[in-house]
């Protein structure tokens, strides 16, 4: 693939503030149009590498470029096809929801293309997030699940080409995560915009990532599909089923296979069959253990 | 291109003005152009080298709420750093541009505002100003004048400050510039020193330069030389306003730099702890 099919590319970025390596070296691209979860624990460096796609930070080394761009020599018109999410917004209380809309949207108005409409029409837009009933309300009303559900919606009315996301769904009830997570789907779908998210939760990975990669103590060490991550770690899936009423539990790496054998041999007499996958969860866990052990262990002590 | 950032920012700002003055806001508006007119009014009849003191200060309080245009850019800028608003702006292509027409805009038009609530029942109610309309021409470019000058000080100093608490704090250095700048009383009872600092500054000049514009021509007796100074006040104001917009953008490009969303995530927590 040449350098025009990758929205992200990412090669040894390091970041050092004062005497702390918080980047040791991270490595990934990103094709257009997937989606990439970034997992890993707090302190990580997910906020850091984000802000530095952004164009937020300055970079101590490595090569970085978003778009076909270098993030840190960005210009206006590279501003235009990049949304951003981050994690605290509390700004425009006083604004009406559709004003605060249509406002961020005429920024993007000079930038529209035949190919390329911008910015999203309000009224489309609204209904995407699912605040038309919201369009009068002020900002500082929303509860706190609409108001990031707004978040979203701003990071997408310039119809972002990448949409950069830094834990978009802290604070969200189940309910608002999945419609959340139905929104990214639905803008992924129809516009094949490229996003990067962060996030904790391992389950919200597994449902919307094309990829995933985990930092953990400054490095990637992992990357791969969440399939794929999962079995690499955890390995097996584990099968349940029953005989005549006898049960039965068996752990393979290939469930499907094991499962067409099983109803080759006992057909009919199967019951109560289950099939549960290697989870991201346990493959996540193990890596960043692994990854943040040696990092804990006090220095003095191998000399003692 | 930059016809976006304009037309945007003039939008934004309309749309704030509209908020500042609707619902509880309005009361908070109200209160200092009010209070500064019941204030003028309780003095009026006072004499200062026998002229009446009521028609002084009017037009020397209207200088001064154009001053105070400086402190609202301040305040605003600080609240909209806490609150993620110029993060947003940075977020957006041409954002800083527009967000900084906007501030301009708001604040240039809040100061129309108290101005005239200060100049209408002023006029009537204290009574000896003259209203001509060479007058008005002189209250028109020092208007502007001192708008910029003081707003460009204002985006310097609201890109300094670390917190809005600092922004608040800015006020204290102002309210002691008002007290040397002959707003509430002539310049000419204070002692020379005093009267070369608050020379220095914009305040003084737009008090002399809005009485210039709003008293009959016999008044100037109570000024410094008896002379109403035009050349020397757009000289001071002048002085002020470009060094405002050489510093400002550099100070400006410097803060808006520095803005991500973890820096306002931190800002936040620091806070709450404050308030906490």
Partial sequence: MGDSEYAIRVDGLRMRYGTRE????????????????MLGPNGAGKTTTIEILEGFRMRSAGAVSVLGV???????????????????????????????????????????????????????????VGLTDHAKTPIGRLSGGQRRRLDVAVGLVGRPDLVLMDEPTVGFDPEARAEFHRIIHAVTE?????????????????????????????TIIADGTPHELARQIAGEDEVRWTVNGTPHTRSTPDSTGFVRELFRHHGDAIGDLEVRRASLEDTYLALVRDAETPRFEPIGRTAA | MTTTALRS??????????????????????????????????????????????PLVLPSAV????????????????????????????????????????????????????????????????????????????????????????????????????????????????IGLIAISGIFYPITALPG???????????????????????????????????????????????WAVAGLILAPIVLRRMARKESGSRVAQRREQLQQRVG
């Avoid at chain 2, 110029?86 to 977020?91: G, Q, T």
């Avoid at chain 2, 209408?120 to 209250?139: D, E, H, K």
Wanted: glycine share 10%; charged share 15%; no cysteine.
């Fill in chain 2, 63 to 174: 200088g001064m709420f154009i001053a105070f245009g400086m402190l609202l850019t301040v305040q605003q800028l600080a609240a909209d750093r806490e609150d993620g608003t110029l993060l947003r702006a940075k977020a957006t292509p041409r954002g800083i541009r527009g967000y900084l027409v906007g501030k301009f805009v708001n604040v240039s038009a809040t100061v129309l505002a108290y101005l005239l609530i200060l100049l209408v029942p002023g006029a009537l109610l204290i009574g000896g100003l003259s209203i001509t309309a060479t007058g008005w021409l002189t209250l028109a470019w020092i208007l502007a004048l001192g708008l910029i000058a003081t707003q460009a000080l204002g985006a310097v100093f609201g890109a300094l400050v670390r917190s809005s608490r600092g922004a608040g704090m800015t006020s204290v250095p102002v």
């Fill in chain 1, 70 to 128: 270098d993030p840190a020599r960005a210009d206006e018109t590279w501003r235009a096809t990049i949304g951003i999410v981050t994690q605290s917004w509390r700004d425009h209380a006083k604004w009406q929801v559709s004003e605060f809309l249509a406002y961020q949207g005429s920024y993007y108005t000079p930038f529209a293309s035949p190919s390329t409409p911008r910015p999203w029409p309000i009224g489309d837009l609204l209904e995407a």
């Fill in chain 2, 193 to 239: 020193w005093l009267q070369a600092i608050g020379q220095i500054f914009p305040v003084y000049w737009l008090g002399l330069g809005m009485r210039s514009a709003l008293l009959p021509a016999d008044a100037v007796t109570v000024e410094i030389g008896e002379s109403w100074r035009h050349l020397d006040t757009a000289a001071v104001l002048g002085t």
């Fill in chain 1, 22 to 37: 918080v980047l040791a070296g991270v490595t990934f691209d990103v094709p257009r149009g997937e989606t990439l979860v």
């Fill in chain 2, 9 to 54: 920012g003039f939008r934004a700002g309309l749309i704030e003005l509209r908020q500042n003055f609707t619902g509880a806001a309005l009361i908070g508006q109200l209160f200092w152009p009010v209070a500064t007119l019941v204030a003028i009014w309780f003095l009026r009849d006072m004499t200062v080298a026998g002229a009446r003191l009521g």
């Fill in chain 1, 190 to 218: 129809r516009w094949q915009t490229t996003v990067l998210l962060t996030t904790h939760d391992l389950d919200e990975a597994e449902k919307l990532a094309d990829r995933v990669v985990i930092l953990a103590g400054g």
